[in-house]
């Protein structure tokens, strides 16, 4: 019989694995390439991930101000993304 | 008045000439009149008690720690000199006001002059040394901008820089002199050590203390070797040659060596130095002087003849010949400062100075004629002018003085020199005044009006009337020279009197002036011998001089400081590990006290990605845009450690910084080739190679050493969590080090940040407004273009989230003295929210939406902050003292105020300021010429009437 808690420390888990297997498939997508933008997009996703991996964390340990962090790399994480985005398709980022 | 008035009132008076500039030249000399008339009269109303013999002392004390104190006295002298300084001061003034036409800025011309009065009344009055020093180098500075008042003259540049290398060391060394007799005396007030003569005498330092002291007085008064500066200083314009250069500022190191007689003098090294330099340079300048051709290099090269002859009877160490030198002072004063005013008005009236050039101005200038006459008479020593009387007790001292044990050497020498003084003497009176009247003078001479002549008439008065009455001067030079002596010897008997029957000075004087009217006679001859005779170039030797010392220099620095980043890197490295391994081979190491704690899978996956980014980084820097990729990989992964770690400040901070340099980085990428060059050879390469990889394997080593063991001493982070919330009113350890405990460090960091963020502004200014400027307008997009340039939804989205991330960013700011926060990152949020406009709208768009100027924003935060710093002086507290207090505002909940939030409130506007404006300045280099500036915020915007600009946009991208 599994409690409430033993399930959620298996989601935990199974959330954190899945999580870090991303994070390395991601890390291959960027060394393979073959374009930079194949690389760009692996690095938006790792952001993503990194997210989830606070998240995860923050309900792991039960800290609330992680959320916090998670909030910043939300709302800002896409910026470096555009920027890079930018310089490829246009070679100068503020036009 | 008090003394702290009299020396404060020329500096306060320097602003308002400059003020008085647009009210006219009469006003602007009216001003600068009236403030010296005030310091003169406050002056004079010392004069009953200095008459008195009582010295007037003020005192306030400045940082007594130092033994640096206002301390101010006037005794005797200082009067003496103060009232030469002021009563001339004003004649110049009045002088200056008439001489300067209209082209030259007056405003600035007095400026530079009243703060000179003031540099140098400050050093006749002060009591302390160290106080006297810094007027000293306030003088040199003066001085430097006086010289150099025609900027447009390469002769004045060059004399000013001259004078300012040669006092400024001289000054320099006599810092090192004053501090010695300090220490010495045990104090830095002129009064105690004035009164420890034996102590200071015995002292094995003395000599060192006398020479560096001596250095700084010879360099000032222009005693030989040091002489060569004065005549380059004549490029000035004659009000300043006659003031600083005649009457006031040469005489800084004649009052000094005056000031400090009662000490310094009476031993045989000073006899043995003062007595020969002065010796010297009184008969090499008046040898000089006979044969020049300009009329102030002459006057100068006489004065520096003269000031000679004052440092020799103050290197005799006799009371008789200190009331010598003292009469002469007063002598020399008056009779040089009339005579460079009548140069100045012969230059002025007939455009040149050349002697050569002149003649016969008696009959077209008969004002001048008289007055330049009197003066030069009374300096060649001619009976019933003031100059005949303290030249005669020259001689007379002379004759008593026995230097290197030869009893004939001296009075030979000052006969010499004296024949040479009055022949140069009769020669300006002979070869400008006398003669022909000429047909080819550059402008046709006649008198000028009052203003100029009057000033030097007023000072030819005391000539004329001392040399005929010299009781008059004689109660006033005693009682300087009271004040000189400092009761180390009685004030001589002697009374002042034209004839004192048939003694050898007399005999000596007879000599000199009929001397000097037979070298007049043989001039011609003698100055084609001159002329032929090869001799030293003081300014080629001092040009030389400063190249070789800056070529050494340079040598130095190149060798030391190639710039070369990679060179700094390995040395440091290198020399941190080395000490580091010495430390470690030599010390103890403790055991460990800590347990390794079990990695899991998920920071072993991030640990490993870390790794994987920085091993590709290293194997692919080379291309350009993929290490940017990894370098966010890592920042990523780092800020999860922080996470990961409970550092959740750090992580933000992090994460924040990683996006900003990226776009900082693309920005400069653009102007980059794409790859980077190979430009190392192999063997340095490897070199690097070795050094990064010891440097790594070390600090791997440190680290886990550490992290096994505890601290020796307990860590500061004790008391920082302890006193946070008592001391700062913060639970928020982190902020309150920042706002609060190290707020000073801080405080100085956001200026270091201000100051960057200025200098890539103005790096990028230069650029565009240089010769680089086409080069950037014109260059072409090294790729194809593709897309839009403000695509619809980048600026849609752009639009939506700024709202939401300035209210984080808000929020955050707010809370960072409880919470992770605070205003750093708070200013890094924002200024991504408005960089993303940028990118989204483009600079054009934004820039017309800017309303503060990021400058403007950097300088409130500083200002803010350093605000914040200061008002906790008003309730008697040390810089940045911090308090809170907690406040109720209905219906709200209590909350906390603390002044800390001020503070960050600038920390925050500052970075704001500094991201946005190095940003700014990046991104106004990539303007390019027909770039299509846009009033709208996309290029495709359905809800516009007008049609989307397809054909003009499509040949836009075919540029």
């Not at chain 2, 050039?357 to 001619?382: C, D, E, H, K, N």
């Not at chain 2, 400081?561 to 000490?579: E, K, L, P, W």
């Amino acid at each position: 019989m599994i409690t409430a808690s033993g399930l959620m420390d298996i989601a935990i888990v199974f959330a954190f694995v899945a999580l870090a297997l991303g994070q390395i498939l991601c890390m291959v997508r960027v060394v393979l390439g073959p374009t930079t933008g194949d690389r760009i997009l692996a690095l938006d996703t790792m952001v993503i991930n990194a997210l989830g991996l606070v998240v995860v964390l923050g309900i792991h340990q039960g800290v609330q101000i992680y959320f916090e962090v998670s909030l910043l790399i939300a709302m800002l994480g896409f910026v470096s993304t555009v920027a890079l985005a930018r310089f490829i398709l246009r070679g100068d980022i503020i036009e | 008045m008090s003394l702290f008035f009299i020396v404060a009132l020329p500096f306060f008076g320097a602003l308002l000439p400059g003020l008085m500039n647009a009210a006219g030249r009469a006003a602007c000399a009216g001003v600068t009149f009236t403030v010296s008339l005030a310091a003169f009269i406050g002056l004079l109303t010392n004069l009953p008690s200095v008459l008195a013999g009582e010295v007037v002392m003020a005192r306030v004390d400045w940082i007594p720690s130092l033994g640096l104190n206002f301390t101010l006295m006037l005794d005797g002298l200082g009067f003496f000199f103060a009232l030469l300084i002021l009563g001339i001061g004003l004649l110049i003034i009045a002088y200056a006001r008439h001489y300067l036409s209209r082209d030259d800025n007056m405003g600035e011309f007095f400026t530079y002059l009243l703060l000179f009065q003031g540099a140098m009344v400050g050093i006749v009055l002060s009591d302390n040394v160290l106080l006297l020093l810094i007027f000293w180098e306030l003088t040199s500075l003066s001085s430097f901008l006086l010289i150099g008042y025609w900027k447009h003259l390469p002769e004045g540049r060059q004399g000013a820089r001259m004078a300012l290398a040669v006092t400024g060391m001289g000054g320099l060394a006599m810092i090192g002199g004053m501090l010695i007799l300090g220490q010495i005396a045990g104090s830095y007030d002129l009064s105690v050590i004035l009164k420890n003569r034996d102590l200071i005498q015995a002292d094995p330092l003395y000599v060192p203390a006398l020479i560096l002291i001596l250095l700084g007085c010879f360099t000032k008064s222009a005693q030989f070797p040091f002489h060569f500066w004065l005549p380059h200083a004549m490029a000035a314009p004659t009000p300043v040659s006659a003031y600083l250069h005649s009457a006031t500022m040469v005489k800084a190191g004649i009052f000094l060596m005056a000031r400090m007689w009662p000490v310094l003098s009476g031993t045989p090294e000073w006899f043995t130095v003062v007595t020969t330099a002065g010796l010297a340079t009184m008969v090499l300048g008046a040898v000089i002087a006979l044969f020049k051709h300009d009329l102030k290099a002459l006057l100068a090269f006489s004065t520096v003849s003269h000031l000679g002859l004052i440092t020799m009877l103050l290197g005799t160490g006799t009371a008789f010949g200190a009331m010598a030198a003292m009469f002469h002072i007063l002598n020399h004063a008056t009779f040089k400062a009339a005579l460079f005013m009548s140069a100045g008005i012969v230059d002025h009236e007939a455009h040149t100075r050349d002697i050569r050039r002149l003649g016969g101005l008696r009959r077209l200038m008969p004002v001048t004629f008289v007055i330049a006459t009197l003066a030069a008479l009374s300096m060649a020593g001619i009976p019933f002018l003031n100059g005949f009387l303290s030249k005669e007790m020259m001689l007379e001292e002379a004759t008593h003085t026995v230097l290197f044990g030869v009893p004939w050497l001296v009075p030979a020498l000052a006969t010499f020199g004296s024949l040479f003084s009055a022949a140069y003497c009769f020669r300006l009176i002979g070869h400008v005044y006398l003669g022909p009247v000429r047909d080819d003078y550059p402008a046709k001479p006649h008198d000028p009006g009052s203003g100029l002549w009057l000033p030097p008439a007023i000072l030819v008065v005391p000539v004329v009337a001392i040399g005929i009455a010299p009781f008059l001067a004689e109660p006033f030079v005693k009682l300087v020279t009271a004040s000189v002596l400092g009761g180390e010897a009685d004030v001589p008997k002697a009374y002042f009197k034209i004839w004192h029957g048939l003694v050898p000075a007399l005999f000596l004087s007879v000599a000199a002036v009929v001397g000097g009217l037979l070298l007049m006679a043989v001039f011609n001859p003698l100055l084609r011998l001159w002329e032929t005779t090869p001799r030293p170039e003081a300014k080629v030797i001092f040009e030389a001089i400063v190249e070789a010392a800056a070529w050494l220099s340079g040598k130095l620095i190149a060798s030391l400081h190639n710039g070369a980043f990679t060179r700094y890197a390995a040395i440091g490295s290198v020399a941190i590990v080395a000490a580091g391994f010495h430390a470690w081979s030599t010390g103890t190491i403790a055991l460990p006290t800590r347990t390794p704690q079990a990695a899991g899978p998920v920071p072993i996956a991030g640990w490993l990605m870390l790794v994987a980014a920085t091993c590709g980084l290293v194997f692919l820097h080379r291309n350009r845009l993929l290490s940017l990729i990894l370098i966010g990989i890592v920042g990523l992964m780092v800020s999860i450690g922080f996470v990961f770690f409970s550092a959740p400040d750090l992580a933000m901070t992090q994460f924040t910084v990683e996006v900003v340099t990226i776009i900082l980085l693309l920005l400069a990428l653009n102007f980059l080739p794409k790859r980077t060059p190979v430009e190392s050879t192999v063997l340095r390469r490897v070199r690097d190679v070795g050094v990064a990889v010891a440097g790594g394997l070390a600090t791997f080593a440190l680290a886990y050493h550490y992290l096994l063991r505890d601290a020796v001493a307990p860590p500061i982070s004790e008391f920082h969590l302890a006193n946070s919330y008592k001391g700062g009113g913060g639970t928020n350890v982190v902020n309150v080090i920042l706002v609060d405990f190290r707020g000073f460090d801080t405080y100085g960091e956001i200026i270091v940040l201000g100051i960057a963020a200025l200098l890539i502004y103005a790096l990028t200014e230069t650029l565009l407004s240089g010769r680089v400027r086409a080069r950037l307008l014109n260059r072409k997009p090294d790729q194809p273009q593709a897309g839009d340039m403000h695509p619809m939804m980048m600026v849609v989205l752009t639009r939506v989230i700024m709202p939401v991330v300035l209210m984080v960013g808000f929020y955050i700011f707010l809370r960072g003295h409880n919470e992770p926060g605070g205003g750093f990152i708070a200013g890094l949020i924002v200024s991504i929210a408005v960089v993303m406009q940028y990118m989204a709208s483009g600079f054009a768009w934004a820039s017309a939406r800017l309303k503060y100027p990021y400058h403007g924003v950097i300088g409130a935060g500083v200002l803010i902050a350093g605000l914040t710093g200061i008002g906790s002086w008003f309730v008697s507290k040390p810089f940045l003292t911090s308090d809170f207090t907690y406040v109720r505002i209905p219906p709200f909940q209590e909350f906390e105020l603390a002044t800390a939030a001020l503070f960050d409130l600038g920390v925050f506007l500052a970075v704001v300021g500094a991201v946005m404006l190095s940003l700014e300045s990046f991104s106004r280099l990539a303007r390019r010429e027909n770039m299509p500036e846009s009033e709208h915020p996309m290029d495709i915007d359905p809800s516009r009437d007008d049609p989307p600009p397809d054909e003009a946009g499509s040949a836009r991208e075919a540029v």
